[in-house]
């Protein structure tokens, strides 16, 4: 009677596997003779079966190959590339347990296989594991993505001894673990940002609240700042209106800056709109957002928002995350014919004597 000898079964997926796994591994034995000689350069048949929780437990993949052993009896396959039976190899989901490899032989190259052999993969397919924290789309809630993000954590956790050395394959796993673990994060950031979060080309400085236009219940919406200024000295409008009144601008709440300068810009008509405040900042876009013509001039109240929350206010603790300088920043609120709210960035206060024809600073905002 011959022998099956699994000698090696060696996971030879890395890191890269993680981007664009192969969906395979490969396994390695030597085929022996009842007198324990080589069965050498001979088609074997294969029946390969991968089992989960116990040695005898639901093959969840079974397929078949005709491998040829070597001068020294080593028969090579890969697990995934032969004739499925059962199942697919790519549906294994790596994290839901224990797994056993089942090997079935026929030496004579046909199905009659007459040597079993059954083993623990004591050495999970790293990448194809990590695969399974791959799964977090675009549709998914955020408590979906928050339970992913905890489960690669754990399997972290498992993998991670500062005690133990890490060979190849387990090290490719936890790269590709810590990776996923990031991309989570920023996930997170995207179904759920807070004040202070990088986010949509921007700096997050308000989430709306109950009572606010733009609130709605079990989403997170609110406002982001331009990551840096517009302009270091323009005008509020034009000097042909600068003594003028525009008709709907003198709003002041977190939700009135994008109509505020919607007006001044319909007061100006055709006029250039990088040489004022207002339409200077209906110009700003951020690459790769398709955002043109989303940023707008805040408020009155939504550059105080940035001040305290994102700037020298720091009443978040933040710190000046949005980079402002201490000088005066201009609102899209007007006073009255002859003056628009600013805010002084040095010291806070808001003042309403500023003339339209006044050269300040100016940073763009927008709603998401």
Not at 119 to 146: G, I, M, N, R, W
Not at 201 to 222: K, L, R, S
């Amino acid at each position: 009677m011959k022998k099956l000898y699994t000698f090696l079964v060696a996971i030879i997926l890395t890191a890269t596997t993680f981007a664009q796994a192969p969906e395979k591994m490969s396994y390695q034995a030597v085929v022996r003779d009842s007198g324990d000689a080589f069965v050498t350069n001979q088609v074997i048949g294969m029946q390969i079966s991968i089992l989960k929780t116990t040695a005898t437990g639901t093959a969840v993949y079974v397929e078949t190959q005709t491998p040829t052993t070597n001068v020294n009896g080593l028969v090579t396959v890969e697990i995934g590339t032969g004739t499925p039976v059962t199942g697919t190899f790519a549906g294994i989901d790596w994290s839901a347990g224990t797994y056993f490899i089942k090997t079935e032989t026929d030496p004579a190259g046909g199905t009659n296989y007459s040597i079993t052999g059954t083993s623990q993969l004591l050495s999970v397919p790293y990448a194809l594991h990590a695969k399974t924290a791959a799964s977090v789309t675009e549709t998914q809630t955020l408590t979906d993505v928050v339970a992913l993000g905890n489960t690669v954590n754990n399997q972290l956790k498992l993998v991670t001894d500062p005690t133990e050395p890490q060979d190849a394959a387990t090290k490719a796993y936890v790269d590709a673990l810590e990776a996923r673990l990031a991309a989570l994060e920023n996930r997170v950031v995207a179904l759920d940002p807070k004040i202070g979060d990088s986010y949509l080309g921007g700096i997050v400085f308000y989430i709306y609240e109950p009572g606010d236009a733009g609130y709605v219940a079990g989403e997170t919406h609110g406002l982001i700042a331009a990551t840096s200024d517009q302009s270091t000295g323009i005008a509020w409008t034009l000097p042909a209106f600068q003594t003028t009144t525009v008709p709907a601008a003198g709003a002041t709440s977190t939700t009135d800056g994008a109509a505020n300068t919607d007006a001044i810009i319909a007061q100006t008509g055709a006029a250039p709109a990088n040489t004022y405040a207002a339409g200077l900042c209906r110009l700003y876009s951020t690459a790769g957002n398709n955002d043109q013509g989303l940023w707008y001039l805040p408020s009155k109240d939504e550059l105080n928002l940035m001040y305290e929350n994102i700037g020298q206010g720091n009443v978040m603790g933040l710190g000046n995350i949005g980079n402002f300088v201490s000088d005066d920043y201009w609102s899209s609120t007007e006073v009255d014919n002859y003056r628009a709210w600013r805010h002084k960035y040095s010291n806070g206060v808001q003042n309403s004597n500023s003339g339209k024809d006044r050269e300040d600073f100016v940073r763009a905002v927008r709603a998401f």
